[in-house]
T-cell receptor, first 112, second 114 residues
Framework: DQQVKQNSPSLSVQEGRISILNCDYTNSMFDYFLWYKKYPAEGPTFLIS?????DKNEDGRFTVFLNKSAKHLSLHIVPSQPGDSAVYFC???????????FGQGTRLTINP | NAGVTQTPKFRILKIGQSMTLQCTQD?????MYWYRQDPGMGLKLIYY???????DKGEVPNGYNVSRSTTEDFPLRLELAAPSQTSVYFC?????????????FGPGTRLTVL
């Protein structure tokens, strides 16, 4: 039972353009969502998060949008840079859960 | 701060062997986690701990054991290694509940069981 799904295994974007990574979830109890970035041979690092009381959170070039009715969130990267090439994981949790549920990840490649 | 450290970085085991994956954090975090990542898959939670002396099972605990005798250390024990345990293992820590605080990950241990 995959509660957090990232349906695109890979995405290729031109440098300078917008990258949009998508994530869907099924568990209505989730009320906190995070994005992690992972480079090869390294552990995931936290990128940005959003609480269910918001529908948007921005941090520099990164914006996360949350659509609770559709159980969907997306990560926008504008403008995309070569250093953004990595695997991006969506994760979700709920109050008292003490743990995160991760999606399968999307490999983003930024082309020069 | 070194953050979360894991040893070894790589290991090859034969079927039936045992080993311990080490994880240490120097951030005084209460919560610690062990995940495995298989190719093309997300991170699956194996075990977690909310403090010294307290551990609990995650999604995929079979074939593994953990202990948490100190705040800093959270070793993962593999008994009777099987090819299905070939994976990359990540340890993570979090300052309190994992719900509203991000988890900090170590660099991973790549394990191959032949």
């Amino acid at each position: 039972d995959q509660q957090v799904k990232q349906n695109s295994p890979s995405l290729s974007v031109q440098e300078g353009r917008i990258s949009i990574l998508n994530c869907d979830y099924t568990n209505s109890m989730f009320d906190y969502f995070l994005w992690y970035k992972k480079y090869p041979a390294e552990g995931p690092t936290f990128l940005i998060s959003i609480s269910s009381i918001k529908d948007k959170n921005e941090d520099g070039r990164f914006t996360v949008f949350l659509n609770k009715s559709a159980k969907h969130l997306s990560l926008h990267i504008v403008p995309s840079q070569p250093g953004d090439s990595a695997v991006y994981f969506c994760a979700a949790s709920w109050q008292g859960a003490q743990k995160l549920v991760f999606g399968q990840g999307t490999r983003l490649t930024i082309n020069p | 701060n070194a953050g979360v450290t894991q040893t070894p970085k790589f290991r090859i085991l034969k079927i039936g062997q045992s080993m311990t994956l080490q994880c240490t954090q120097d951030m005084n975090h209460n919560y610690m986690y062990w995940y495995r990542q298989d190719p093309g898959m997300g991170l699956k939670l194996i075990y977690y701990s909310v403090g010294a002396g307290i551990t609990d099972k995650g999604e995929v605990p079979n074939g593994y054991n953990v202990s948490r005798s100190t705040t800093e250390d959270f070793p993962l024990r593999l008994e009777l290694a099987a090819p299905s345990q070939t994976s990359v293992y990540f340890c993570a820590s979090s300052p309190r509940s994992g719900t509203y605080n991000e988890q900090f990950f170590g660099p991973g241990t790549r394990l191959t069981v032949l």
